[in-house]
């Protein structure tokens, strides 16, 4: 196995941001790592213009919780969701927030997702739960004139609602509700065909890679893909009996669920297309409903009690850049000599000031195996060896820390 011949920049894999709301978050969704929004109930709707280290209230009309949000750019947008008697509401915003209009949903019945796949053309999934002598309800509405008028493409009496509706493009979508429901289509909603699951469990997200391949999630760690246009569903074990919100990828490799329960929230991470589910993250001390990617590493997640995570390394805690090792006042740390190595190699590095610098090696889930240096040090280049005769075979980590800088780089034991 090779090692990684740059420089790594170590982040915070997931972090807390402060959204000042203790309610429930249930979407989130960003045009750029800098614009986004955050919905959810009693009425909220954060925005913010900075990544997320600020967010604001947008205050828009009372009396309504959001569980969906959409923009098809920084200033066009809507967000979806019900009154507190169950009636459909959707919001229009043509300024990043600032003014959200009311469009006409006289629906006795939720709205709970909303996509679009351009500025013109969307969709809204919905539905009404049953109740004291009032029968389920399931639908799908349809825009082409960018969300000021709605037509209905399915209409499903005494059926259960759909939770989320995913479009790869202006013909082939797939839309997933509870009792483990899937429908798809492949002619922009003109005709719904429903799928078999092969499971009853309720589905809350769902995501189209291509034109077969899709993920669905939903409670007690229930992950189903298809490869086949959703005609046949697989399901695979996440490891895990958490319920899941949403699922996301920013590319064919690379895709997230968040999940949880009332005590904590948990995100999920994949690097090979979702053949396989990593946990990336536990915490946030509540369960985590939606998350959402601009790109590989810059994304962010919500949920119960205000709660928003954040990251810039894609979750995963590194990040390469290359440009540290190009800039003489900046700390640099070299590639370590010979490598792969048997027992001994040599590790070189320089500090363009006086510091306290550390130098750790760590094993591969993290633990401190061996501290080359722990002293303050004057500028200047230095090397160090590194004596792995005690250490088994594998791949390690070695940290620099100098102030508040750091570098980390990869080596391999091989005997």
């Known amino acids: 196995m090779l090692c990684i011949a740059s420089a790594i920049l170590y982040g915070q894999a997931w972090y807390a941001q402060t959204s000042e709301t203790n309610s429930l978050l249930m979407d989130v969704y960003f045009t750029n790592p800098n614009l986004g929004w955050a919905v959810g109930i009693s009425n909220t709707i954060l925005h913010t213009t900075d990544g997320g ?14 569980y969906s949000v959409y923009f098809t750019d920084g200033q066009t947008g809507h967000a979806v969701g019900a009154t507190v008697g169950g009636s459909g509401r959707i919001r229009h915003t043509t300024d990043g927030g600032t003014n959200w209009d009311t469009i006409p949903a006289t629906n006795a019945y939720s709205l709970w997702s909303v996509f679009f796949i351009d500025a013109n053309i969307g969709w809204i999934a919905g539905g009404r739960e049953p109740g004291f002598n009032i029968d389920p309800i399931r639908t799908i509405h349809y825009t082409i004139d960018g969300g000021y008028n709605w037509s209905t493409q399915l209409y499903q009496y005494d059926s259960l609602p759909l939770h989320d509706i995913h479009l790869l493009d ?26 078999t699951s092969g499971t009853v469990r309720h589905l809350w997200g769902v995501f ?141 590095f320089s500090i363009p000031y006086s510091e306290h610098v550390t130098l750790k090696v760590y094993n591969i ?41 750091v570098l980390i780089k990869r080596c391999t034991i091989l005997r």
């Open 208 to 348: 189209l890679l291509d034109a077969n391949t899709a993920w669905a999630v939903g409670i007690r760690g229930t992950v189903l893909y298809t490869t086949n246009g959703g005609d046949t569903w697989v399901a695979q074990s996440a490891d895990t009996t958490y319920g899941f919100g949403k699922v996301y990828f920013a590319n064919a490799n690379n895709g997230w669920i968040s999940g949880g329960d009332n005590d904590n929230g948990i995100i999920l991470h994949t690097t090979d297309g979702g053949n396989s589910w990593t946990t990336q993250y536990t915490g946030a001390a509540t369960s985590l409903r939606s998350v959402n990617f601009t790109d590989t590493d810059t994304g962010w997640a919500v949920g119960n009690l205000g709660s928003i995570m954040h990251t810039t390394t894609g979750g995963t805690g590194i990040i390469e850049d290359k440009s540290l090792i190009e800039d003489p006042a900046r700390l640099t740390l070299a590639q370590n000599k010979p490598n792969p190595f048997s027992q001994n190699t040599e590790i070189r």
């Open 170 to 195: 202006s013909n082939i979508g797939c839309a997933v509700g509870e009792h483990g429901v899937i429908f798809w289509t492949t002619d922009g909603g003109s005709n719904w065909g429903q799928k």
């Open 365 to 405: 889930i993290g633990q401190d195996v061996a501290t080359l240096v722990d002293n303050k040090l004057e500028p200047g280049e230095y090397k160090v060896n590194f004596n792995a005769r005690a250490l088994p075979n594998g791949i390690y980590l070695y940290r620099l820390n100098a102030g508040n800088q």
């Open 53 to 66: 280290t600020n967010w604001f209230d947008q205050d828009p009309p009372p009396s309504v919780n959001y």
